[in-house]
């Protein structure tokens, strides 16, 4: 089953959890065991999977981009938005992980987050849900 959630960023750079929305995934279709897969379909963004305990981790993990890819940096995209897709295909657009007891398998401090890097935006995510 495929599912589409809309989701609204709210500050240029950010990581939100996108935990509920895999819940909800998982619940609508009923899957006990199988495997899901977290889509972003957008160049400056991505998805990734980090820990959920400390939000200085985002933030560590977002001010480093920054450092080794800056916002203003010496880019030639007309549109001045060159880190963002550089932070995109370093982090990815999709994750896969599996569905096991009607949950998703995490470690204890792991959650799986939408990075945006080129916001306030509205965007969206696609949800796959397979059962095996």
């Not at 920054?66 to 932070?87: D, L, M, T, W």
């Not at 994750?95 to 945006?116: A, D, M, N, P, R």
Request: aromatic share 10%; with cysteine.
């Amino acid at each position: 089953m495929l599912f589409e959630y809309v989701l609204k960023t709210s500050k240029m750079q950010e990581f939100v959890n996108l935990d509920h929305y895999l819940k909800d995934a998982i619940e609508k279709s009923n899957i006990k065991s199988g495997k899901l897969l977290v889509y972003c379909p957008h160049t400056t963004a991505g998805i990734t999977i980090n820990e959920n305990g400390d939000p200085d981790v985002k933030r560590d993990i977002i001010e480093t981009l920054n450092q080794v890819y800056p916002i203003h940096g010496n880019y030639k995209h007309f549109e001045g938005n060159s880190h963002a897709h550089i932070k995109s295909s370093l982090m990815g657009v999709e994750k896969q992980l599996i569905v096991h007891e009607g949950k998703c398998i995490l470690g204890t401090w792991q959650s799986v987050y939408f990075c945006e890097f080129d916001g306030p935006r509205t965007r969206k995510i696609y949800v796959l849900v397979e059962a095996i």
